[in-house]
């Protein structure tokens, strides 16, 4: 159903029911959103701004009749606010509606007629206070709230803005919306007592999926929400509301503005810890713990787990993660470490027996197949390879089991337990409560399942979990180990050690301050190259180009969470470079904070938005051979992705560097001097056979790929290597945004015009790969051997 202003009116008028009126509304509001974009959209409203009071005046009229007879609305009807008159005057004949929904309220009734009084309360709100409806268009209008599109000169027609931009972000409670939103947050989200929670649930979503709705009208709310909440079940409910509803709405999901809210949420895990450290502060020599102190205590946990999850999906700096350590980690851990004084059992003695193999536990939020776990499991299976490791050392893994973030992946679990590891599922006992889960029964019982377990050594790749941190402040290992998969800043009590894969083949070394020992892991097989049937690809493809066209067009970008691409630097060069290479287009795989990306977008060159593709999730396995050419994203760079495509052998990848061309060079020159035993020994090994050798074949593919390249003369020795890599690192390394549009337009011509030339030089980034993939082989597990003998 589709028409004017003045159709709409004549179908309010002609609607017989509450239903007829349901679905009249969700068109308007329909028909208005498919406008919002449009630079006229203020215009159409203002010419029909007559019409659309009298539309409200025409659902005020039949809903007052409605609610007179005793009947409820939904809260789909809280859509009127869009259409609030901003000039009406109160309507006081809903005042009695509003002040019985909150006497009832105030009364503690039941979940399902709490939401019910929330609906009427809210809907109440919207027609008695039309005026007050901060999300109305006609109170943007009045306010002349616009933003400039740069399509446009300033003579003509403006964007419409952030509609909650004309509130100063304090809550209202005349707000129909507003006060919704506040109440039904401090729901169960798992209630099953009727269909309360689905149907709000529902609404919330698709309301906050209408783009220009800002934070500043969330955190209002929040607050109002946080500050009626006088439980830890009732903070649980807020937080379950953000992160398992807003979080998952088309224009909030993974968006940068949740970081708004980090006063808010760190100002609840302060309170429920002060809550902890006074119970602490009030037990005497008892050893029973208070029921209250256990719940505080639980919350927090929680509360720790949640802030960190969301912002974390939108920290690009190491900064942001070095006030987060501060505010948070280093804030609580010595109240965890105090708690386990006080009720844990002491870390017990190591067991003398010199014939047990001691166990390495590595400790993970949760089991799927995303790129840390790709780490972890190719080392693991690297280490499990080597007799010696196995002669001395078991590794277990132990599960978090965070269902918060997502249901661990069994074909993950089946893939460490057929290299026989252990995974101690945590969450099959407690994830039963859902949402709900006890963070401090599970951080427990891990530790008791540890310290059963005797574990010599835990590894923990975390940064911030309440219940890792728990885990490390309390002490489960006579050795604990922070392995960091990019944050370079964690520090709490209780880490011993520190590891990384990101290290460059060294065995020491130094990131933010912090000493390192270098693992280099060699990543297994399956996860970089993968057999994937043509059909598939080209069908991945086809989504995005027209093969039968007569004129190619190809495709570059990158794939990882968009955060890392929401850089203006980053995007302006991205458009700088598809404006002189008309024949591609930009390709971004991944989740995240898309509206705003496209935004920048906007700022910088609208008319190239037709030609960025946003894929949402992919697999990289089939879209790692779709991308022609990977433009590496600055100043957050990607990371096992970018390998994972350079090993496909599909195109080449241009890398943008804070240091000078000098500096870098000198890097790779010192780096390769430091192995040139390994690299002269594979490329002797290598050069031993022929391409259908024994020998070259038990190595495998990535001993083809070295002996292909000596067959092909791209080096014969450690002195030509070293000078094919140096060359090659100048060709695909800019150190200024100019220097990397001008490098990657010189890829994308020498892709376009000379194809064999940029088959050589894959070829030779290929060899490149498969040599520093025989390094790591060999190092990796020296590495770790030398790391685990030396601590334990």
């Excluded at 941190?469 to 489960?476: P, Q, V």
């Excluded at 010189?746 to 070829?763: F, G, N």
Aim: a negative charge; proline letters at 4%; glycine letters at 4%.
């Amino acid at each position: 159903m589709v028409g004017t202003a003045g159709q709409f009116l004549e179908l309010a008028k002609a609607a017989q029911s509450k239903q007829d009126l349901r679905l009249v509304l969700l068109s308007l509001i329909s028909s208005l959103v498919k406008d919002m974009d449009s630079p006229r959209f203020y215009d159409n409203l203002r010419t029909d701004i007559g019409v659309y009071e009298e539309i409200f005046g025409t659902f005020c009229e039949k809903i007052l009749q409605i609610f007179i007879q005793g009947d409820i609305l939904d809260c789909v009807f809280l859509y009127l606010a869009f259409i609030a008159p901003e000039n009406r005057a109160s309507n006081d004949r809903f005042l009695p509606f509003i002040r019985s929904a909150q006497k009832l309220l105030d009364s503690n009734p039941s979940q399902e007629e709490a939401i019910m009084l929330a609906e009427l309360g809210a809907i109440a709100r919207v027609l008695a206070n039309p005026a007050c409806q901060n999300l109305s268009f006609f109170k943007h209008i009045s306010q002349e709230i616009q933003i400039k599109n740069p399509i446009y000169t300033d003579n003509k027609p403006k964007k419409l803005a952030k509609l909650d931009s004309v509130d100063s972000g304090e809550y209202c409670d005349d707000d129909g919306v507003a006060f919704f939103l506040s109440n039904i947050i401090q729901t169960n989200i798992e209630s099953s007592s009727g269909m309360g929670v689905a149907r709000a649930a529902e609404f919330l979503i698709e309301f906050f999926s209408i783009p220009y709705i800002g934070f500043s009208y969330i955190k209002s709310c929040v607050n109002r929400a946080l500050s009626q909440a006088s439980h830890p079940i009732t903070t649980r409910n807020i937080c379950n509301w953000q992160l398992h509803i807003l979080w998952n709405a088309k224009n909030l999901f993974n968006n940068r503005e949740w970081l708004c809210l980090y006063p808010v949420w760190r100002e609840q895990f302060y309170a429920a810890l002060e809550q902890v450290a006074q119970a602490l502060r009030d037990i005497d020599d008892s050893t029973d713990m208070p029921p209250a102190l256990a719940q505080w205590l639980d919350l927090a946990l929680y509360l720790q787990f949640f802030i960190y999850h969301i912002c974390g999906n939108s920290f690009s700096k190491q900064e942001q993660w070095k006030e987060f350590n501060a505010e948070i980690s280093q804030y609580a851990t010595p109240i965890y470490a105090e708690f386990a004084a006080k009720f844990l059992p002491h870390l017990p003695k190591p067991s003398l027996s010199t014939n047990k193999r001691k166990i390495i536990g590595i400790l993970r939020d949760r089991i799927v197949e995303n790129s840390p776990f790709k780490v972890e499991y190719s080392l693991i299976k690297n280490l499990l390879a080597n007799p010696e490791f196995t002669q001395h050392y078991e590794i277990k893994i132990y599960c978090m089991s965070l269902i918060e973030k997502s249901e661990n992946n069994p074909q993950a679990i089946a893939k460490l337990a057929q290299l026989g590891v252990e995974t101690i599922d945590i969450g099959l006992g407690f994830n039963k409560a859902g949402f709900y889960n006890s963070h401090l029964q599970k951080a427990l019982a891990l530790r008791e399942i540890m310290l059963k377990d005797e574990v010599a050594m835990l590894i923990s790749p975390n940064n911030g979990y309440g219940i890792s941190d728990f885990l490390l402040a309390s002490r489960c290992a006579r050795v604990q180990v922070f392995w960091t998969h990019g944050n370079f800043v964690y520090d709490i009590s209780g880490i011993d050690a520190r590891l990384t894969h990101i290290c460059n083949n060294q065995k020491h070394i130094t990131h933010s301050g912090f000493s390192f020992y270098g693992i280099p892991v060699q990543m297994d097989r399956s996860f970089y190259n993968p057999q994937v049937p043509q059909e598939i690809i080209t069908n991945a493809r086809a989504c995005y180009v027209d093969s039968s066209a007569k004129q190619p067009v190809y495709l570059f970008g990158v794939i990882g969470r968009l955060v890392k691409i929401d850089s203006l630097v980053y995007l302006r060069s991205i458009c700088a470079i598809l404006e002189q290479n008309p024949h591609w287009s930009f390709l971004a795989c991944g989740l995240g904070n898309e509206g705003e990306i496209k935004q920048k977008i906007s700022q910088i060159n609208p008319q190239l938005l037709p030609r960025f593709f946003f894929s949402g999730y992919v697999d990289s396995a089939v879209y790692g051979h779709i991308l022609d050419f990977w433009a590496d994203s600055f100043p957050m760079e990607q990371g096992e992705s970018r390998i994972e495509y350079v090993a496909k052998g599909r195109g080449l990848s241009l890398r943008y560097y804070t240091m000078s061309a000098k500096e870098l060079e000198s890097t790779f020159a010192h780096q390769l001097d430091e192995t040139r035993g390994i690299i002269e020994a594979i490329i002797d090994e290598c050069g031993c056979a022929n391409s259908g050798g024994e020998k070259v074949d038990s190595r495998g593919e990535n001993s083809v790929v070295l002996h292909n390249a000596l067959e092909s003369t791209f080096f014969s020795d450690f002195a030509s290597y070293k000078e094919c890599v140096l060359k090659f690192v100048r060709e695909t390394s800019a150190f200024s945004e100019t220097e990397y549009v001008e490098k990657a337009t010189h890829i994308m011509r020498l892709c376009e015009l000379d194809p064999s030339e940029y088959a050589r030089k894959i070829a030779i980034q290929s060899v490149i790969h498969a040599m520093n993939s025989e390094i790591k082989a060999q190092l990796g597990v020296e590495y770790f051997l030398d790391f685990a003998k030396e601590h334990l």
